[in-house]
Each structure stands twice: as C-alpha cells, then as structure tokens.
C-alpha cells in the first residue's frame, strides 16, 4: 500500500505585480555566472528587515487578507545561501518571526523578484519512522483492519509527500494597462527608499500569521 499526501497552496498577492513590468534579468548562479530570467517588478511598501546574524536580509510578502505571507530570505552577498542554511541549523524559525515581527518596518520599496516554481517528492518513511510510527510498516504488525473487501495483510510500503510552490503575477493583468503611471517614480510621489533586486540563490518561507506555523520552506538556486 501506498500512501500519497500533495500540499497545494494558491494565494493572490495582497501587493500586485504587473504582467508587462515583467522583464528579463540576470540571477547569478555564484560571483560570476548568470542566466536571464522573468523578473517581476513593483514599487510599493513592503515590510523589510535587516537580519545580521543571517548575513540577509527579510522581505514580507502579504498574500490577499493579510493573514498568510511569504518571507523572502536574501542573502546579502551573491554566494551567501549556504552560509544563511549554515546559520539556521543554531537559530530557530520562531526566533526568526519573532525578529519579523518586532524590527520589521515598511519601506517604499523596488523589489525585483523572479517568477519560478519549485517542485518536490519526499519519501517519508524514514522521518515518520524516527517519529514512532513503525508499525504500518510491518508486513506482520500493520492493522488496516478498518479497511474493508481486503483479504490480504495490508501495510505501507511507501509514502510520498509532493509539494510546489509557484510564484508569479497570476491575478494582476487587469492592472496591467496602469504601468506606466506605477513604475515610473513621480516627484509628487513618496520617495523609493530602496531597491531590491532577488537576483541571487535565497531562501523563502510561507507561513501563517495567525498560528505562526510555517506552511511552505523552500531554497531557489538556479531556473
């Protein structure tokens, strides 16, 4: 027997992107490669924080109702990744909302992030095994007893947990035709404080704001 779990997360962005202003970019793959890909961009107030003892720094992304975000983690230096995952095997994800939380400030922002999707198939026999749960997977000591019409010793031998993330404009053509105006700085508009381009291998995560549970982890590193 085997048993499938597929997570699906969609989200509309509470902070629109528009299709046209998507455009190609360079993404350094290290110090000195890149390959160009679709960018999105916006002007708008985003929630940044510097994070120093990651070497990185935190952009909130607030899906429609504000209760859901994604939590960009871009490593200050192009080659940084590995150093930021080194850094969060010591330092707890809680104490990382927790910095979110109270440091985090809005900021009129260019952010520059690419569209791309991320794809995975884990097995989890062996976390659910180290988890206490052994016995469904013993030809001789699984009781599926509740499932009917089998005369056979039912028992798992594989389970498989799929899960992608997707990121793009999807929801924000009908703001399309506005570009123009939005994108282009306007003195009588508030100053751009600053510019940030997601043009290097990071890190991200979804989570709930209500619970705090960290819905989705995910690493980009190349498209």
């Known amino acids: 027997m085997v048993l499938v779990n597929e997570l699906y997360f969609k989200g509309s962005w509470d902070i629109k992107f528009f299709g046209k202003a998507t455009k190609k970019k360079p993404f350094f793959k290290n110090e000195k490669d890149t390959q160009m890909v679709d960018t999105m961009n916006t002007v708008d107030y985003f929630r940044v924080v510097d994070l120093p003892e990651l070497s990185s720094k935190g952009i909130v992304l ?70 206490k749960m052994t016995q469904i997977f013993d030809e001789e000591k699984a009781n599926f007893a509740g499932i009917p019409e089998t005369e056979v010793q039912l028992s798992v031998s594989k389970t498989i947990q799929k899960a992608f993330v997707e990121v793009n404009e999807e929801g924000t053509e009908a703001g399309a035709a506005t570009f123009a105006s939005i994108f282009t700085p306007l003195s009588i508009g508030p100053p751009v404080e600053e510019t940030i381009n997601v043009d290097r291998p990071f890190m991200g995560l979804i989570r709930d704001k209500v619970s705090n549970t960290i819905l989705f982890l995910f690493k980009k590193t190349t498209f």
């Open 62 to 131: 607030p899906y429609e109702g504000k209760k859901v975000e994604m939590i960009i983690l871009l490593p200050n230096e192009k080659t940084g990744l590995k150093s930021l995952e080194d850094s969060l095997k010591t330092l707890k994800f809680s104490q990382i909302s927790e910095q979110i939380n109270e440091k985090s400030r809005l900021k009129n922002i260019v952010l520059n992030l690419p569209k791309f999707r991320i794809d995975s198939s884990l097995d989890l026999i062996d976390p659910l095994k180290k988890l």
